[in-house]
């Protein structure tokens, strides 16, 4: 079946159509455009699998090689593995073992407040954005009803396999509620476009607002966090306070002023010299001495937070310089010929296609961000990966090769928070780059 | 005009008179005085001294390489100019930031490779000098945006992307772009070097109606049909120097100097 020449199919009725890997939203065919090619499920097994003797080889061999990781994947997964050590250790996963069971309604708390900002702000931007388009007389392109899930499933896989793990429908209904205030508030967010141009004022609201729920008034102090929790605020505020102090290291680093060049290069060279590690080390162990005695020096957490955005900083700096260099010099004169200042330029015309240019590089740099927290167990944090470490280190669990489930688990957390940002950073490029062509 | 063969102070007089000389409404409304430029060792404008008039249209020509392009780009500071002066309305262009931004304010300029910014929509390509620049409430400036949009002949095309437009619609929008600031004076560094033949036409009609409307104009080109027909004076550069300064007539009937004749016969 697999010999003799490759099948004959009519061109012009079945034209080969690229695969995609993700089914994500496709522009809409124009009215008038190419005739839509539709391929039936033959015809496409055919072209893509089976089109040429030595692509026929690879696909059964690469097929049988695949059913049968897949096989032991399923049968470990739901049959042989015992994820009691993953039920029994739960919260643990998700807020560290310092965490007082108590205090747990804050961090519900703090969820629902950025849940609801989240709403607001999403729902403000798509009305106002809806708002736009029709002023313009452009087309107002509606998401289905049902594209989130398709969006977010990684995220959403990963929520139902950590609820299919508690022992209470407590965290599941606590859950729902969140989705709800989810809702309700994107519901009033669509009411109020106005919002969309508080996005960044309220974004630092949100902020302060849930680190406050969390440890203000009496609340759980910063040594204490751990788990997924831990990981998640370290990664989103690295990522909220790296990305303007490195774009502002950029700038610096093109500036025409020559003492200001000079710090920067020195900047972005000495912390790349050095390994995230050291520079952890640097944080906990230097950052005190600059402080004199009559002052408390910030609290571990701080410093570790301001070795990770110096770190991200420095190369968020060089890859965004890429991008400002990639933009056209004409683009800055025609800008300053229209007599705009220098600084409005930069913020108006090199600065957005320089960062639009550079957005799959730069959400790489916060993936591995993400990742590399686990390296705050270096200097005694209790982030996720160290979780699972004491985890299977408990008497309770030990010898009996549990090392596999506990590791698979948190391999599970940390792949779906890296896919979600890489298939978001893929929407974003797609978004902005539309109408771009050039 | 002498007719000598041999260059000597007679036609340098001559010259300077020329091209001291404002056409339009003979008011002077830019005036260069002894420029010099140099890039590194290179000098690329060698004493340059020209006065343009108030609705005038001057016409630059010459080889590539002549300093045409360098000179009008000095007019607005997008090159400094190191020796000689250069005063635009009324303002000397020095280092001077606030009089840099008023003079640019001032004068339009169109690029060679048109230079919209590919991530604003037509609109607002041609509101953003208005609104950031002038300070226009969004209303108004939207409003002018599309009468200009009338002007070059594409309204229709308002909400597209440049990168949807052909070259002679860009540029077009380039044009609408610089006139939104309603500027007296517009600058044309080669503005139909980087089009397809059939797309000269279309913006070369906009610069022609735009120069009946009594717009001040230096435009530096290869079209000599636009020159003869619109120009009134034409400046031959060489070298970055001012080679010869005329009327179309007497540029393309019977030019004095050789170096313009040379030019002439190749490009004609």
């Known amino acids: ?438 | 005009m002498s007719a000598t063969d041999t260059p000597g102070p007679q036609d340098t007089d001559d010259l300077t008179a020329m091209a001291v000389e404002a056409q339009g409404t003979g008011e002077p409304i830019i005036e260069c005085y002894q420029v010099d430029k140099w890039f590194g060792r290179f000098q690329a404008l060698r004493d340059v001294t020209l006065t343009v008039g108030r609705q005038e249209v001057m016409v630059v020509i010459g080889p590539s390489g002549s300093g045409k392009s360098t000179f009008i780009r000095c007019i607005n500071r997008l090159e400094e100019h190191d020796r000689g002066r250069i005063v635009v309305d009324g303002i000397e262009l020095g280092n001077d930031l606030r009089r840099i931004a008023e003079v640019r304010r001032e004068v339009g300029m169109v690029f060679q490779s048109f230079n919209l910014f590919p991530h604003l929509t037509v609109l607002d390509n041609i509101t953003l000098g208005p609104r950031r620049v002038r300070r226009w409430p969004q209303r108004r400036a939207e409003q002018v945006a599309r009468e200009m949009l009338e002007t070059v002949h594409i309204p229709e095309q308002a909400n597209k992307y440049p990168g949807q437009l052909s070259g002679g619609q860009q540029q077009r929008v380039a044009i609408a772009r610089a006139l939104a600031m309603q500027p007296k004076i517009m600058l044309f560094d080669e503005p139909t070097s980087a089009l397809d033949p059939e797309m000269i036409a279309e913006v070369l009609d906009v610069m022609k109606e735009l120069a009946r409307t009594g717009m001040t104009m230096i435009v530096v080109t290869h079209e000599m049909g636009f020159a003869r027909e619109v120009a009134d004076r034409v400046v031959f550069m060489a070298e970055g120097s001012i080679v010869e300064v005329g009327t179309p007539e007497h540029f393309f009937q019977n030019p004095t100097e050789d170096r313009t004749k040379l030019f002439l016969s190749q490009i004609l």
Do not use: C
């Open chain 1, 1 to 438: 079946m697999t010999d003799g020449p490759p099948p004959l199919v009519d061109e012009a009725q079945a034209p080969r159509v690229p695969t995609t890997l993700e089914p994500g939203p496709l522009p809409a065919p124009e009215p008038t455009g190419p005739p839509e090619a539709r391929l039936t499920a033959r015809q496409w097994v055919r072209q893509n699998l089976f089109a040429t003797p030595f692509g026929s080889v690879l696909t059964i061999i690469m097929g049988l090689g695949l059913g049968y990781v897949l096989y032991r994947l399923a049968w470990f997964a739901l049959v042989s593995s015992d994820w009691e050590i993953v039920r029994r250790n739960l919260r643990r996963f998700m807020v560290g073992g310092e965490y007082p069971e108590d205090q747990v309604w804050r961090l519900w708390a703090g969820l629902y407040v950025v849940g609801g900002l989240a709403g607001l702000l999403s729902g403000a931007t798509v009305a106002h954005a809806e708002q736009q388009a029709r002023a313009s007389g452009r087309e107002v392109v509606r998401p289905g009803r049902w594209d989130w899930i398709r969006r977010y499933w990684p995220a959403l896989v990963v929520i139902a396999v950590i609820l299919s793990q508690t022992r209470t429908w407590t965290p599941t209904l606590l859950t729902l509620l969140g989705a709800m205030v989810f809702a309700s508030a994107r519901w009033l967010g669509r009411r109020a476009p106005w919002l969309a141009r508080f996005t960044w004022l309220a974004l630092l609201v949100g902020a302060v607002a849930s680190v406050q729920v969390v440890a203000g008034f009496g609340g759980v102090s910063w040594s204490d966090w751990g788990g997924l929790h831990l990981t998640l605020f370290v990664t989103v505020a690295g990522i909220a306070l790296s990305f303007p102090f490195g774009v502002m290291v950029a700038l610096g680093r093109r500036s025409s002023l020559p003492a200001l060049r000079w710090v920067t290069v020195a900047y972005i060279e000495v912390i790349r010299g050095v390994p995230l590690v050291t520079l952890l080390f640097l944080g906990i162990y230097v950052i005190p001495l600059f402080f004199p005695n009559t002052v408390e020096p910030p609290s571990n957490l701080t410093r570790a937070l301001i070795a990770v955005t110096l770190f991200e900083a420095a190369y968020v700096a060089e890859t965004v310089r890429g991008g400002l260099q990639a933009i056209p010099r004409g683009q800055r004169e025609a800008a300053e010929a229209l007599g705009l200042s220098r600084w409005k330029v930069t913020r108006l015309i090199v600065l957005p296609q320089a960062l639009r240019a550079v957005i799959p590089a730069m959400v790489g740099q916060f993936i591995s961000l993400f990742k590399d927290t686990s390296l705050l167990q270096i200097i005694g944090f209790v982030e996720l990966l160290e979780v699972a470490r004491i985890t299977v280190s408990q008497p309770a669990f030990l010898g009996q090769r549990l090392h596999t489930v506990t590791f698979a688990f948190v391999a599970l957390v940390y792949w779906a928070g890296s896919y979600t940002m890489s298939r978001e950073s893929r929407r974003l490029e797609s978004r902005l780059g539309l109408g771009e062509r050039r």
